[in-house]
């Protein structure tokens, strides 16, 4: 066929996923503060818009260069601003971009719910710009730009480790160095519900989420092939989204005795999540077993953040940090080598070998990301500091930093 | 026997009741409520435009009381949700002529306590 024609299909194809991820950018804004109590929720919001802003603009100023610059295996050096940037994806720059920049985007909004409802809007734009121009691209050329972890062999598809464990961990050190919400936890350490304000929206929130992760994972082949390819990457995408709600309501019902709506959506998150990574070098048996397995995760990951006291609203850090983990490490399990990856998994035959560069890699990521993002919310600690005061918290932060109601004319009733 | 009613801040409606629980006041209700005192409401900015708000929200809670318990349910309520700055509520405390419990018919000060 007409070369013109195949590339003009592949990059259609690509910034179809670009929009389609751009989109999720609602989900995670309307599951995010569907979570969390009305008086914060036009601050969540806020701070969605306002993340994905500034990751288009750094992108495109200094964080492609960053990401697939020509450099060293640590950080690429060449084409801010786009400016002679170098491109080796097989399509046009400028698609390439757009879809990379919508990624920065949701690795920057997962920490928004970690550390919704306490802290700073200011300091919600300098962490969001900081990822977004560094954090992110820096990891981002260690796996698909060149780097050092690619160099190893170090494989993740669409973004398990990229994107959701650098979210995913760099949520947990806010949180954890933020402090918990007034009234979450009780003097010896057990967890009060502040429950969501409106589990509805959540819900539409998940259903964007899931529906926008088909171009997450799917566009990430960056090109249409015999169509083969990106049919496997969108059929394992479902079927670990639809396992894992399944086995975290079973899980959820089993230990709570209720099947907790909430829960099941977090579940059907960490299904995708964790199937980001290994989409399209595994079968869809193998997709099965990884989203079923994320649902369980996910469940027993809430809990086991509370039990160190750490306050993460909306479950970012079971559903992206753990999942994220769980996801790459699956690459070396389940993989295969007719569908592309450099060796076999471990049940195939492969044995540690891709499975030990996987976990090496993974942990490499978060040593980095708590490290880095550690020092940058100190630094913003002892500065600027993190949280808004005692009273403003109270009363919400859409009036203390917004000056407006999410609900204005419906009152509010503050009893937490 | 008297009823006691608190117009505080809605922010200081959990340290309130801690405040009553430690005094061992533990049945209360309480109502959304809008009202402004001395300071005459507040201004804020919605798009750029400047809007008077005249009636703040604030929480009423009502506490029916034997005569032994008034004091130290004053006391809580003052604990609990003073600040010191304008808008922290007012105290009133009203004789109560009669108390029935609906589910057994108890009278009175049984009816309360």
Known sequence: ?416 | MKLIIAYIQPEKLTDVKQELYAQEVYKLSVTNALGCGQQKGFHKFYRGVEEEVTLLKKVRIEIAVNDNFVDRTINAIVKGAQTGTIGDGKIFVLPLEKCIRIRTGENGNDAIG
């Not at chain 1, 509370?306 to 399990?333: M, Q, R, S, Y």
């Open chain 1, 1 to 416: 066929m007409d070369e013109t024609i195949i590339n003009g299909i592949n990059t259609v194809w690509v910034l179809l996923g670009a929009f389609l991820v751009i989109f999720m950018q609602a989900g995670f804004g309307m599951l995010e503060a569907g979570f969390i109590r009305a008086k914060n929720s036009s601050n969540l919001i806020m701070k969605n818009f306002i993340d994905f802003c500034f990751a288009s603009m750094v992108f495109f100023l200094v964080g492609y260069a960053f990401m697939f610059g020509n450099g060293n295996s640590i950080i690429g050096f060449s084409g801010f601003l786009l400016l002679d940037a170098p491109n080796q994806s097989g399509i046009p720059l400028y698609a390439f971009v757009l879809f990379q920049a919508a990624f920065a985007g949701a690795a920057a909004t997962i920490v928004a719910g970690a550390v919704a409802e306490r802290m700073k809007f200011k300091v919600y734009l300098i962490y969001s710009v900081i990822l977004s121009a560094f954090i992110y691209p820096v990891v981002g050329h260690w796996i698909w730009g060149g780097g050092w972890l690619s160099q190893i062999g170090f494989t993740d598809f669409a973004g398990s480790t990229v994107v959701h464990t650098v979210g995913g961990s760099s949520a947990l050190i806010a949180a954890y160095l933020l402090g918990p919400r007034i009234g979450k936890f009780n003097k010896d350490g057990s967890p009060n519900i502040l429950a969501g304000h409106n589990i509805p929206m959540a819900a539409l929130g998940t259903f964007i989420l899931w529906f926008g992760w088909f171009g997450f994972n799917a566009g990430s082949t960056l090109a249409v092939g015999d169509g083969e390819l990106i049919s496997l990457i969108a059929l394992n995408t479902c079927l670990a989204a639809a396992i894992g709600g399944i086995t975290s309501m079973l899980a959820v019902w089993g230990r709570w005795g209720k099947p907790d709506l909430s829960m099941t959506m977090n579940g059907i998150l960490g299904g995708l999540v964790a199937i980001t990574a290994p989409c399209a070098f595994v079968s869809p048996g193998a997709a099965i077993i990884i989203g079923a397995l994320a649902g369980i995760f996910v469940v027993y990951g809430v809990v086991w953040v509370e039990k160190f006291c750490v306050d993460d609203p909306v479950g970012a850090v079971a559903v992206h940090g753990v999942n994220g983990i769980w996801g790459t490490l699956a690459v070396g399990i389940f993989g295969q080598k007719a569908l592309g990856l450099a060796q076999e998994g471990l049940i195939f035959g492969g044995g540690f070998t891709q499975l030990g560069i996987q976990l090496f890699g993974v942990l490499a990521v978060v040593s980095f990301c708590i490290i880095s993002m550690g020092i940058v919310f100190k630094i913003i600690k002892s500065t600027v500091g993190l949280r808004v005061d005692k009273m403003e918290e109270l009363k919400g932060l859409d009036i203390g930093e917004h000056g407006i109601d999410s609900y204005s004319d419906f009152q509010l009733f503050l009893t937490k």
